[in-house]
T-cell receptor
Framework: ETGVTQTPRHLVMGMTNKKSLKCEQHLGHNAMYWYKQSAKKPLELMFVYSLEERVENNSVPSRFSPECPNSSHLFLHLHTLQPEDSALYLC????????????FGQGTRLTVV | AQSVTQPDIHITVSEGASLELRCNYSYGATPYLFWYVQSPGQGLQLLLKYFSGDTLVQGIKGFEAEFKRSQSSFNLRKPSVHWSDAAEYFCAVGAKGGGADGLTFGKGTHLIIQP
C-alpha cells in the first residue's frame, strides 16, 4: 500500500457536475497539499494544509474547494469546472511545512467535457 | 523569488550509457534541492535531496546529484541507464522554512531510453 492514496485515478465530468477528489495519507504526516499538473507547465501548488488548517491558497478559482477534516484526509471539491481545468491533480504530504520532502500520490487524471 | 530551469525538455540516451540531466536554480540563500521522477500516469517519487553537507548526494535507483553553488546547478547523473529509467524528471528548489509549500518545480525533462 502506498503512503499517499488518491481516488479516483481517472474522472470525466461535465462542466455542470459536482465531484470530489479524495486523498489519504498513511504516513503520520501533518501537512498535505494539492498540486495541479498540466501539460507542458510546471507543477502548480494549489492548497496547503498544516494540522488541518489551510495555510496557503495560491489564488485558486473558487470552483475548487479544499477540505481537510483530519490530518490523514484531504478532499478537493469541484464544481462548474472549465475544460482548461483538465489536468492531473496530485496530492502530497510531508512531515511538516518546514522543508522536508513531499510524498506524492499517483494523481487523479481529470477531464472536463 | 526562487526559480528552477531544466534546459532540456527531452533527452534520449542509449541503454547502458551514462546520463546527466541539468538543473539550474535561482535563489538568494542556500537552497534545498530535490530531484523527483514521474513514470507515466503516476505521481512523483523522490530520488534524492540536498539540504547541506556533502555536495555529492546519493539517491535511490543508482542516481546521484552534485550541488555546485558557483554554477547554481544541481545536475542529476547515473553511470548506466536502464530501460526502466524512461520517465519524466523534475528538479525542485525549496526555501528554508518554506516547506513543501515553498517548493518550486522545473518544467521537467522527459528521458527516452533507446535499446
Amino acid at each position: 500500500e502506498t503512503g499517499v492514496t488518491q481516488t479516483p485515478r481517472h474522472l470525466v465530468m461535465g462542466m455542470t457536475n459536482k465531484k470530489s477528489l479524495k486523498c489519504e495519507q498513511h504516513l503520520g504526516h501533518n501537512a498535505m497539499y494539492w498540486y495541479k499538473q498540466s501539460a507542458k507547465k510546471p507543477l502548480e501548488l494549489m492548497f496547503v494544509y498544516s494540522l488541518e488548517e489551510r495555510v496557503e491558497n495560491n489564488s485558486v478559482p473558487s470552483r475548487f474547494s479544499p477540505e481537510c477534516p483530519n490530518s490523514s484526509h484531504l478532499f478537493l471539491h469541484l464544481h462548474t469546472l472549465q475544460p482548461e481545468d483538465s489536468a492531473l491533480y496530485l496530492c502530497a504530504s510531508s512531515q511538516a511545512t518546514g522543508v522536508t520532502e513531499a510524498f506524492f500520490g499517483q494523481g487523479t487524471r481529470l477531464t472536463v467535457v | 523569488a526562487q526559480s528552477v530551469t531544466q534546459p532540456d525538455i527531452h533527452i534520449t540516451v542509449s541503454e547502458g550509457a551514462s546520463l546527466e540531466l541539468r538543473c539550474n536554480y535561482s535563489y538568494g540563500a542556500t537552497p534545498y534541492l530535490f530531484w523527483y521522477v514521474q513514470s507515466p500516469g503516476q505521481g512523483l517519487q523522490l530520488l534524492l535531496k540536498y539540504f547541506s553537507g556533502d555536495t555529492l548526494v546519493q539517491g535511490i535507483k543508482g542516481f546521484e546529484a552534485e550541488f555546485k553553488r558557483s554554477q547554481s546547478s544541481f545536475n542529476l547523473r547515473k553511470p548506466s541507464v536502464h530501460w526502466s529509467d524512461a520517465a519524466e524528471y523534475f528538479c525542485a528548489v525549496g526555501a528554508k522554512g518554506g516547506g513543501a509549500d515553498g517548493l518550486t518545480f522545473g518544467k521537467g525533462t522527459h528521458l527516452i531510453i533507446q535499446p
